[in-house]
C-alpha cells in the first residue's frame, strides 16, 4: 500500500542589511571606509542624513547627524577658534625665540 503524505514547509530566510537609523532606508556599502556613522551617537545613515562631513585625513568618513550637528556646530566653532588661537601664540613664541638666538649669537661673536 503507498501512502501519500503532504508536507508543506515553512521557510524563514534572514536577510541581513543595514538600514539608517534616521530614514530607515537600505544602506549598500561597498567598502567598509564607505561607512557612513555618526562620529558622536554611532547611528548608521544613508548620504541623505549626513548633516555633516568633516575633511579626515584617513580612509574613514567623519561624519554627524542633523541632532548631533545642531549640538556640535557652536562647540566646534569654539575649537577652531581656540586652535587658532594656539597657532598664533606658538608663533609668536617662535618669533621671540627667533630674536632670542640672533641676540645670543651676537654675545656669542663678541666674547670671541
Known amino acids: 500500500m503507498v501512502k501519500t503524505k ?3 514547509k515553512k521557510v524563514t530566510r534572514k536577510i541581513h542589511g543595514i538600514y539608517c537609523d534616521d530614514c530607515g532606508k537600505r544602506i549598500h556599502w561597498d567598502l567598509q571606509c564607505s561607512t557612513t556613522r555618526c562620529e558622536y551617537c554611532k547611528a548608521d545613515l544613508c548620504e541623505k542624513c549626513v548633516a555633516q562631513e568633516d575633511y579626515a585625513d584617513g580612509d574613514y568618513r567623519i561624519v554627524y547627524c542633523a541632532k548631533c550637528w545642531d549640538i556640535v556646530k ?6 577652531i577658534a581656540l586652535e587658532d588661537e ?3 601664540l606658538e608663533k609668536e613664541c617662535i618669533a621671540k625665540c627667533g630674536k ?3 641676540y645670543v649669537a651676537v654675545l656669542v661673536a663678541d666674547k670671541e
Open 74 to 79: 557652536p562647540i566646534k566653532e569654539k575649537i
Open 86 to 88: 594656539i597657532d598664533r
Open 6 to 8: 503532504e508536507v508543506t
Open 100 to 102: 632670542r638666538k640672533k
